[in-house]
C-alpha cells in the first residue's frame, strides 16, 4: 500500500476518544489519527503535579481522564498512548485512583452515574474550554468521536461496571439521546466500536439524532457482535493505514474490518453527500454539503456497498412489557425502562401484552400468538428456560392453556423461550401475567436486556409475520 502525503490541516482539526472497556483501542486510533496533523481534543486540560498522568476537567472534576499508555499483545507488540476520557474508571473497571473514593467499584457508583450522565450529553456535543480545562463548554470541538464499549442492540453503551452494577445506567442511552431533542453539535463522524449499535431496530433514533444536525456526516460501525479491544485496535490501524492511502472513510473502514474477520458485522450509516469523504478534503475544509431538504440517509454494508436508502419503519403490531407492584400496573417504554424501580429481578411480577393494531383492528377468535423471549441477543451465552424462570399468573384475552417451545435456535441451550398462546373472543390485545421464579439460571446480569420476538396468525392464514420488538419491547434486568 503506498501513503499518499497528507496535507495538515489548514485550521486545527479535533478528535477526541471515549472508552468505557480496556483503552488501548483508544490509545491506538489516537495515535494513529494524529499522523492527519490532527490533535487530541484534551490537550490543554491541566495535568495535577501530584498525577502527571491524569488530566483535570475543572467543570467535571470527578470525571477519569488520563493519559494511558496500553501494548497490543502478541508478535509484533507496539505500545500506544494517548489520552481518553473513561466515564466508568480506568479501563471501565469502575475504580479511578486517587479520584474516586473506593478501590472498590460498589463503592464509586456516584461518581460513575455523574460521570456516564456527562458523557450522554458529551458524545453529541463534545466541547472544550482549555483555558479554563473544562469539558462541556467553548469553542474548541472535535470534528472526530471515537467510542468503545459494550453494546446492545437498543443502542446502549456502557462498560464493565454498567455490567456488575444495577445501580449504574449506560453511558450513552441513544433512545434517551433521541427523546429529548439532542442532536450532534460539530461533531460529523461518529465511530461506534461496539456490538450491536447500529442495527436496523436503532435506525429511527439515529435518523432523528441525524436529522437535526446541519454538520453531522455519518457514523461507522457495527450491526452484529464486535471484536474484543485488542483486535479492534488492529483494525483502527489498518482503517487509518487505508485512509492514509487516500480511501474514503467508508471504503477504509469497509477494508480495515475485512481484514480482521468483520466482513459481515461492518456498517456505515452516513448522509450519501458524505460517502466519499476523505481525509484531505477533511484537512483542507472541502468536504462536500449536506443536503437536508430532504436528508439523503443511505445504509451501507458489504451487502449493499453501493447503499440503500434508510427510512423510518414502524411496528406491524405492539408489544410490551409491563412491571406490577403494590396494585400499580407499569407499562415499560424506552423513556422509563432505565428506572430502577422499572428494572425486573427474581421474585417481581411482570406482564406481556400483544396488541393486533395496526396489522388488524382486533385479534380473530383461535388467532395463534408466539412470543419468543432473547436476552441481548439470539446466541448470548445466557440460557433460557422460560419454564423455570416464570410461572403464568393470569391471562387475558387467551385460553389458560398455554404451551412453551423453542425457537430460536442460535441459542446454545435446548431449553424453552417461546409462549404459544390460543386467543378467545375478538380482543384488541391480550396479556401474559408472570411472576418470575428465577431470572437467571446460570450467572446474574445487571443492566442487559430481555427483548421480544412475536408473530401472530389467524385462522384463516392471515395475521403478522415474526418480528423483533427491540425498541419498544425491551426490559432491563436490575
Not at 480496556?22 to 503535579?49: C, H
Amino acid at each position: 500500500m503506498t501513503d499518499l502525503k497528507i496535507r495538515p490541516p489548514t485550521n486545527d482539526l479535533f478528535y477526541v476518544t471515549i472508552d468505557g472497556t480496556r483503552a488501548i483501542d483508544s490509545v491506538t486510533i489516537g495515535q494513529m489519527w494524529q499522523k492527519f496533523g490532527w490533535r487530541n481534543l484534551l490537550d490543554g486540560l491541566t495535568a495535577p503535579a501530584a498525577d502527571p498522568k491524569r488530566r483535570t476537567d475543572s467543570a467535571h472534576p470527578g470525571l477519569p481522564i488520563r493519559f494511558m499508555a496500553e501494548a497490543r499483545p502478541g508478535k509484533g507488540s507496539r505500545t500506544f498512548s494517548d489520552i481518553v476520557i473513561m466515564p466508568e474508571g480506568v479501563d471501565g473497571a469502575g475504580v479511578d485512583p486517587g479520584n474516586w473514593p473506593s478501590k472498590l467499584k460498589t463503592g464509586n457508583v456516584t461518581q460513575v452515574n455523574a460521570a456516564n450522565t456527562f458523557v450522554q450529553n458529551f458524545i453529541l456535543a463534545p466541547h472544550c474550554d482549555p483555558g479554563s480545562s473544562a469539558l462541556g463548554t467553548g469553542a474548541r470541538t472535535a470534528d472526530l468521536v471515537y467510542v468503545s464499549s459494550h453494546g446492545v442492540r437498543t443502542g446502549d453503551m456502557f462498560g464493565q461496571a454498567s455490567n456488575d452494577i444495577d445501580e449504574v445506567d449506560p453511558f450513552f442511552i441513544l433512545v434517551k439521546a433521541a427523546a429529548s431533542g439532542g442532536k450532534f453539535d460539530g461533531v460529523k463522524w461518529l465511530i461506534l466500536s461496539n456490538c450491536n449499535t447500529l442495527v436496523g431496530e436503532t435506525h429511527n433514533d439515529w435518523l432523528t439524532l441525524m436529522g437535526a444536525s446541519p454538520s453531522f456526516r455519518g457514523i461507522l460501525g457495527y450491526q452484529g457482535p464486535s471484536v474484543p479491544a485488542d483486535p479492534s485496535a488492529g483494525a483502527d490501524v489498518s482503517f487509518v493505514n487505508q485512509l492514509l492511502a487516500g480511501k474514503s472513510v467508508k471504503e477504509s473502514w469497509r477494508l480495515a474490518n475485512k481484514a480482521w474477520g468483520m466482513t459481515n458485522q461492518w456498517v456505515v450509516l452516513c448522509h450519501d453527500a458524505a460517502k466519499d469523504d476523505i481525509i484531505q478534503d477533511w484537512n483542507d475544509g472541502k468536504l462536500a454539503g449536506i443536503p437536508l431538504a430532504p436528508a439523503v440517509i443511505k445504509l451501507f454494508d458489504e451487502a449493499n456497498q453501493s447503499g440503500i436508502a434508510v427510512a423510518r419503519r414502524s411496528d406491524p403490531f405492539g408489544v410490551f412489557w409491563s412491571r406490577i407492584a403494590g396494585g400499580t400496573t407499569t407499562k415499560i417504554t424506552p423513556a422509563n425502562r432505565y428506572s430502577l424501580g422499572n428494572k425486573i429481578a427474581t421474585g417481581d411480577d411482570v406482564s406481556i401484552t400483544v396488541v393486533s393494531a395496526p396489522a388488524a383492528a382486533s385479534f380473530a377468535t383461535d388467532t395463534v400468538i408466539e412470543v419468543t423471549l432473547i436476552f441481548v441477543r439470539e446466541d448470548y451465552p445466557e440460557k433460557i428456560a422460560i419454564d423455570q424462570m416464570f410461572k403464568i399468573t393470569a391471562t387475558t384475552g387467551i385460553q389458560p392453556a398455554v404451551t412453551t417451545v423453542r425457537r430460536n435456535t442460535l441459542r446454545g441451550d435446548n431449553g424453552a423461550d417461546t409462549w404459544v398462546m390460543k386467543v378467545v373472543g375478538t380482543p384488541a390485545s391480550v396479556t401474559l401475567g408472570l411472576h418470575i421464579d428465577k431470572l437467571f439460571i446460570d450467572q446474574t446480569h445487571h443492566n442487559l436486556p430481555f427483548w421480544l420476538r412475536a408473530k401472530f396468525t389467524a385462522p384463516d392464514g392471515s395475521g403478522a409475520a415474526r418480528f423483533d420488538f427491540i425498541h419498544d419491547g425491551a426490559v432491563y434486568s436490575k
